[in-house]
T-cell receptor
Framework: AQSVTQLGSHVSVSEGALVLLRCNYS??????LFWYVQYPNQGLQLLLK??????LVKGINGFEAEFKKSETSFHLTKPSAHMSDAAEYFC??????????FGTGTSLTVIP | DADVTQTPRNRITKTGKRIMLECSQT?????MYWYRQDPGLGLRLIYY???????NKGEISDGYSVSRQAQAKFSLSLESAIPNQTALYFC?????????????FGPGTRLTVL
């Protein structure tokens, strides 16, 4: 069985501060992992994905995530938050690419 | 032009009505998906289709049906809408070829059932 847990449904950071959004997964086989972002009134768009190559994955808009097998984690980080980063973020897991299992989402607020 | 389009974008309907949500894509992808999004629950898979003749139930298919009219079109129907089907509905597509296909999402349809 596969599942994803996102710790913290709401995260607030000051502009310029570190962004850390947490994602832990459970999977019976090595997974593929994804982070998606959803801006208000829009669909989801891919930020980055882990596909068993490098464990540190760089995505768009300065985001990156590190796959840690020992911790079954795939946390999303950005060194310096920008106002435009305010959005909902979803972690997702798949092991075949056929079906995705999404976390419940983390709403990021950036405080000026 | 958007690669994945959904119509309508917003719909208000009454309990017991039949409603269809439509999804079209110009990406040439074989695989199409329907999800619903509810606050605090994330996205849950309703149905998915790997090609025109291959349709599969997802996690929450009860009360829904789908039709894959062509490679580019995948419709979701609510035969008799009920208020707890009020949600944001997303269509998504992905390629067949790679084993770690990312999904591409449409803009969503906001459905309200009164």
């Amino acid at each position: 069985a596969q599942s994803v847990t996102q710790l913290g449904s709401h995260v607030s950071v000051s502009e310029g501060a570190l962004v850390l959004l947490r994602c832990n997964y459970s999977s019976s086989v090595p997974p593929y992992l994804f982070w998606y972002v959803q801006y208000p009134n829009q669909g989801l768009q891919l930020l980055l994905k882990y596909t068993s190559a490098a464990t540190l994955v760089k995505g768009i808009n300065g985001f990156e995530a590190e796959f840690k097998k020992s911790e079954t984690s795939f946390h999303l980080t950005k060194p310096s938050a920008h106002m435009s980063d305010a959005a909902e973020y979803f972690c997702a897991v798949s092991h075949t690419g056929n079906q995705f299992y999404f976390g419940t989402g983390t709403s990021l607020t950036v405080i000026p | 032009d958007a690669d994945v389009t959904q119509t309508p974008r917003n719909r208000i309907t009454k309990t017991g009505k039949r409603i269809m949500l439509e999804c079209s894509q110009t990406k040439g992808h074989d695989r199409m998906y329907w999800y619903r999004q509810d606050p605090g629950l994330g996205l849950r898979l309703i149905y998915y289709s790997f090609d025109v003749k291959d349709i599969n139930k997802g996690e929450i298919s009860d009360g829904y049906s789908v039709s894959r009219q062509a490679q580019a079109k995948f419709s979701l129907s609510l035969e008799s809408a009920i208020p707890n089907q009020t949600a944001l509905y997303f269509c998504a597509t992905s390629e067949r070829q790679t084993s770690y296909n990312e999904q591409f999402f449409g803009p969503g349809t906001r459905l309200t059932v009164l």
